[in-house]
């Protein structure tokens, strides 16, 4: 059979007029022809609208002829727009040979395609025995050949669902865009003829992958075989961009070059179906949900919901869904915690990655921050005098360490409540663990007045140099805190005030013991009157004597002390002590000296002897204020009354009402008539050495009763009538008892 017909359409082409078309319209009426449906740009001979297919290539206009559609006069068996493809059914190339070995009949096969091509997904067949098999193409590009060589072995195998492999059968690809072939066949002309089995010998084309070679008896008659064959189409002399702005392809689709470049071709979008050449209704949703080819992959225990271009898998209630599994998963099971705690783990660490970066650098600015800050302070806080002393030819054996700020830090734990060991007049003290693990005392100062800068590094200075065993020392300081720091010597036992009043207590705290502290801290602030390379008046002797393991006595706090210059006998300042320990004289006039120290000493020594209080508000009124109350039971020889009772023995009485004789003139009224500090100091050595009596009364007089009173009536009256001062002082004394510092 021939296909010159195929001519035909050379000549259609002739009587072809141009016509600028506009979209298919709407109102097309869908043309059916057998089973094939036909729509834009495919029309009929019978369609009389040049709009509703693409009348100005000949191509597109198909012939229907009796339920047949037919494309010149091949069978158009389907129409595929997506793919732009029409599938057709393409008779063999064949020769028969009779006994004798001659041709007994033949068919060739020629084909023109017009604007269609052969499409790449054929392939060119060959069926029969010690043959060849070629194709001969022409396109708008080229001529090419491709030809393949199908051998038997003798006798022919048996060959059951085989490929075709040479044997027996050969396929080779098609070039593509080619739409003029000729398939042809031929004997190798040197095998002889094998009449049995084959006698003919076939060569064709086919769609790619539906022809199978199954037996021997379904390949020996393919004479009136048609095989089915995809040709492309595409819309030719425009492509997407010719006409600008104007879409080519209908909802849903995108344009695309056809590959030769010689036109165009639309397709659908992912998740859409139809015809994407129907410009007003174009590309339909596929609904996957229902869809038996384009099938949902929904997980077990979900609902498909289908949206335009895709669809949706939601879990059924009661399950949720691992996005990383894609598995709906009971919500009540582990997995599902398991997932859910790695989801919220995976954010918090996301989160708290991001809130790292920011917390380093708001760090990193804040260091940068405080590290001015701190220099500031030190400068501030006399850190270069002190430098400049401490380099300079200042005394040779100051030992100050100075201590930065972070160290400090550290070593408080950050100025935890934890830590605090006392919260008095002159500040908090905290317990510090430096690097080392030593143990020291932190005292935070309270707020300082800059310009006594200068005196209080003088301060620190000459504390530092002292290394009596009955001082706490002073280690050393850091500056670079807004109030500055000063680092002791930690002490162990508590002070004085605990263990005669307070949580302290015991009553195993024996006279032997007291008088050893007395002494001790008699001897101490002789030492700091007289010894010290400056005179140095402690101001505040009072309870902040502590003591150590061995009870011994630690004098501590020299937060108000002052030094002496040499060339001053007294000076003049703002009161500061505290109350009940307070030199009236001092307190009165504001002029200090050292026996300001030897008054509050002598309260001391009495709170030794009597195990009272300086000052108790809740003891009737003579007794109340213990300095009084004592030269009263004194002078009216009523000594015991004032004497702790636990205390005192046979052995001892003599040496405690000496002591109390001490205590006495110690807090006379007037600072002149008190003794030095070195001669009570010796008095009450000579105590413990000899206990032998000393002529104290012979040097200084008996204190005049009225003096005392005096004193304390003008304290009381102060108490009583300036509101301000008295509290604050109150404060203070109330601040010192409670630390116990
Ligand atoms: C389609 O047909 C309707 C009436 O049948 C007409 O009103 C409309 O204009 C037509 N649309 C087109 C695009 O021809
Ligand atoms: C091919 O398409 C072009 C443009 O549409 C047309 O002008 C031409 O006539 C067509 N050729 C044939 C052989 O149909
Ligand atoms: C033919 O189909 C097979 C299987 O689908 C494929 O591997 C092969 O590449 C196809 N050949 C051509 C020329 O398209
Ligand atoms: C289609 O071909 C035209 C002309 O060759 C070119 O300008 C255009 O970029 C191509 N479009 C696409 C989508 O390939
Ligand atoms: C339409 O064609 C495109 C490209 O050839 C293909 O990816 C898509 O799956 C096709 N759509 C349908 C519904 O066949
Ligand atoms: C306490 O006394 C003991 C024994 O004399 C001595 O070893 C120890 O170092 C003393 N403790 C202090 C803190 O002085």
New binding site residues.
């Given amino acids: 059979m021939k296909l010159q017909g195929l001519f035909l359409v050379a000549i259609i082409c002739l009587s072809y007029t141009q016509l600028v078309k506009g979209q298919p319209s709407t109102n097309c009426s869908t043309t059916t022809c057998g089973k094939v449906t036909l729509e834009y740009p495919f029309g009929t001979s019978f369609s009389h609208d040049p709009d509703c297919y693409r009348s100005e290539d000949p191509s597109f206009k198909l012939t229907c002829d009796k339920e047949k559609l037919l494309f010149d006069d091949l069978e158009v068996v389907h129409v595929n727009y997506n793919a732009s493809q029409l599938r057709v059914l393409i008779p063999v190339s064949y020769v028969c040979f009779n006994s004798q070995g001659h041709i007994s009949s033949e068919s060739n096969l020629i084909g023109r395609l017009g604007n269609l091509t052969l499409s790449?997904?054929?392939?060119l067949t060959a069926v029969g025995c010690d043959m060849v098999a070629y194709l001969s193409t022409a396109g708008s590009r080229r001529r090419t050949s491709v030809g393949c060589v199908s051998i038997c072995d003798d006798p022919l195998p048996q060959v059951t669902d085989r490929q075709c492999n040479g044997v027996g059968c050969c396929q080779s690809?098609?070039p593509a865009w080619s739409n003029i072939f000729i398939v042809s066949r031929n004997r190798l002309r040197y095998t002889s003829v094998r009449s049995s089995t084959s006698p003919c010998i076939y060569a064709f084309l086919v769609e790619?992958?539906t022809f199978k070679v199954s037996g021997v008896e379904s390949v020996t008659n393919l004479q009136n075989t048609r095989f089915p064959v995809l040709l492309d189409w595409s819309i030719r002399g425009e492509t997407c961009e010719q006409v600008g702005g104007i879409k080519k392809c209908g909802a849903n689709s995108e344009c695309s070059n056809s590959t030769d470049n010689t036109g165009y071709v639309c397709k659908c979008l992912q998740g859409f179906y139809g015809n994407p050449y129907l410009r007003e209704e174009g590309c339909k949703d596929i609904d996957e949900c229902t869809h038996p080819i384009h099938k949902h992959n929904c997980p077990e225990f979900s609902t498909c919901e289908n949206i335009p271009g895709s669809f949706l898998c939601n879990c059924k209630s009661g399950y949720d869904l691992d996005t990383t599994t894609n598995i709906c998963i009971p919500k009540d099971s582990p997995e599902y915690y398991t997932k859910w705690t790695q989801t919220v783990l995976g954010t918090t660490i996301g989160f708290l990655a991001i809130l790292l970066v920011v917390s380093c650098v708001q760090q990193r600015m804040k260091h940068r921050k405080d590290a001015k800050l701190r220099q500031q302070f030190f400068e501030q806080n006399g850190g270069g005098m002190l430098m400049q002393r401490l380099s300079g030819a200042g005394p040779s054996n100051v030992d100050v360490k100075i201590f930065t700020e972070e160290g400090m830090k550290e070593a408080t734990n950050g100025y935890d409540d934890s830590r605090i060991l006392g919260q008095g007049g002159q500040g908090t003290v905290y317990k510090g663990i430096l690097p080392d693990n030593s143990i020291v005392a932190i005292k935070k100062a309270r707020l300082g007045d800059n310009s006594q800068v200068e005196q209080f590094i003088n301060e620190v200075l000459v504390l530092s140099q002292i290394n009596h065993r009955n001082v706490v020392k002073l280690l050393g300081c850091c500056l670079e805190t807004e109030v500055p720091l000063l680092v002791y010597e930690f002490i162990t036992s508590g002070t004085l005030f605990d263990h005669l009043h307070g949580s302290m207590f015991d009553s195993s705290f024996t006279w032997e013991h007291r008088l050893r502290i007395a002494v001790e801290v008699a001897g101490t602030l002789a030492y700091l009157h007289s010894s010290a390379s400056i005179p140095i008046i402690h101001r505040d002797v009072k309870t902040n004597i502590l003591l150590d393991e061995n009870l011994t006595a630690k004098v501590a706090d020299f937060g108000a002390s002052r030094l002496i210059p040499m060339d001053k006998e007294q000076l003049t300042t703002m009161v500061q002590g505290t109350l009940g320990y307070l030199d009236p004289e001092y307190y009165n006039t504001g002029l200090l000296n050292e026996k300001s120290d030897v008054y509050s000493f002598g309260v001391v020594l009495m709170e030794l002897i009597s195990g009272q209080k300086a000052l108790c508000f809740e003891r009737p009124q003579y007794s109340k204020h213990l300095v009084s109350y004592f030269a009263s039971a004194t002078k009216e020889n009523r000594l015991h009354e004032v004497i702790d009772g636990q205390v005192m023995n046979e052995d001892n009485e003599r040496e405690i009402q000496e002591a109390a004789r001490v205590a006495v003139e110690c807090t006379r009224l007037t600072g002149e008539e008190r003794p030095k500090m070195k001669e009570v100091a010796a008095v009450l050595e000579g105590l413990i050495a000899t206990k032998t009596k000393h002529q104290w009364s012979d040097q200084y007089p008996e204190p005049m009763e009225f003096e005392h009173l005096l004193g304390v009536e003008i304290l009381s009256a102060q108490d009583e009538t300036s509101s301000t001062g008295y509290d604050s002082i109150k404060n203070v004394a109330r601040l010192d008892i409670e630390a116990g510092r």
Avoid: C, E, I, T
């Avoid at 790449?120 to 392939?123: F, G, W």
């Fill in positions: 790449k997904n054929n392939m690809p098609v790619n992958g």
